[in-house]
Structure formats: C-alpha cells, structure tokens
C-alpha cells in the first residue's frame, strides 16, 4: 500500500464532495422571495413556476424552506413550499427527484396524523394541478 504525502492528500481533500442525490445548487431570483439558492434545479424550476402561478393569481403567494416540527420527536420535517391558495387556504408541497426515504415517508405520516397537514410530493416527471 502506497501512502499519500501532504500535498497530494490537501489536493484530495480540496475537491468538492458529490452531493448524495447528485443535485445541483442552483440560484433562482423569484419576485416574491429575492434571491436565494435551491438545493437542486429541480426546486428552483419548481420556484420559478410557483411564481408563474401567483403572477397570473392562481396562488395567492409562496413559502420556501418552511419547518414544521414532528409530533413526538426532538425532530423537524423542512418541507420545501408552502403554498397559499386565493382562498387563504396552507398547502405543503416537497420536491423530490428520487423517490422518498423510508424516514421523509414516517415523518409526512407523523405530521399528517399530528397535525393534519398533508405534504404533496412534486416529482421531477408530473407536475400538480
């Protein structure tokens, strides 16, 4: 086995890491929320069309990054949107490009069974209506 000197370890340890999901970061300037970075293109595509519905007043407005803490636990679901409707009415909606973990899965029961609150899924193939 061959061992690695200083500079060669600094060089290795200087890459970036591979995100888990292979997202990319990616910056969207809405006109509701500013500038802010999205964890994943995904989201902020997903962003730009919240915008694109309440400009045309199907949504009242938006929500980014919205925490909601799990009923009987220490924990916290971030949920990725809340979204108002004209009516004044709260939905929660969470992007995701890979299909959900077994612990996001428990955490959206507990919160639904907490709270009531049912958080929609918004895959990269279908869109909500």
Same mark, same amino acid.
């Given at each position: 086995m061959?061992?690695?000197t200083?500079a060669?370890?600094?060089?290795?340890?200087?890459?970036p890491?591979r995100?888990?999901?292979?997202?990319?970061?990616?910056?969207?300037t809405?006109?509701?929320?500013?500038?802010?970075?999205?964890?994943?293109?995904?989201?902020?595509?997903?962003?730009?069309? $919240?915008?694109?519905?309440?400009?045309?007043?199907?949504?009242?407005?938006? =929500?980014?990054? &919205? #925490?909601?803490?799990?009923?009987?636990?220490t924990?916290?679901?971030?949920?990725?949107?809340m979204?108002?409707?004209?009516?004044?009415?709260a939905?929660?909606?969470?992007?995701?490009?890979?299909?959900?973990?077994?612990d996001?899965? $428990?955490?959206?029961?507990?919160?639904?069974?907490?709270?009531?609150?049912? =958080?929609?899924? &918004? #895959?990269?193939?279908?869109?909500?209506?």
């Amino acid at each position: 086995m061959q061992r690695l000197t200083a500079a060669q370890y600094r060089a290795l340890a200087a890459k970036p890491k591979r995100s888990k999901y292979s997202n990319v970061p990616t910056e969207y300037t809405s006109h509701i929320c500013g500038r802010r970075t999205y964890h994943s293109k995904f989201e902020a595509r997903h962003a730009a069309y $919240l915008d694109t519905l309440a400009k045309a007043g199907t949504i009242r407005t938006w =929500v980014p990054q &919205v #925490s909601i803490p799990v009923p009987r636990t220490t924990k916290r679901m971030v949920v990725d949107f809340m979204v108002i409707d004209p009516d004044g009415a709260a939905r929660f909606q969470d992007t995701k490009g890979a299909p959900p973990t077994r612990d996001w899965l $428990l955490k959206r029961d507990l919160v639904h069974s907490g709270y009531g609150i049912t =958080v929609e899924i &918004v #895959s990269a193939l279908k869109r909500p209506r």
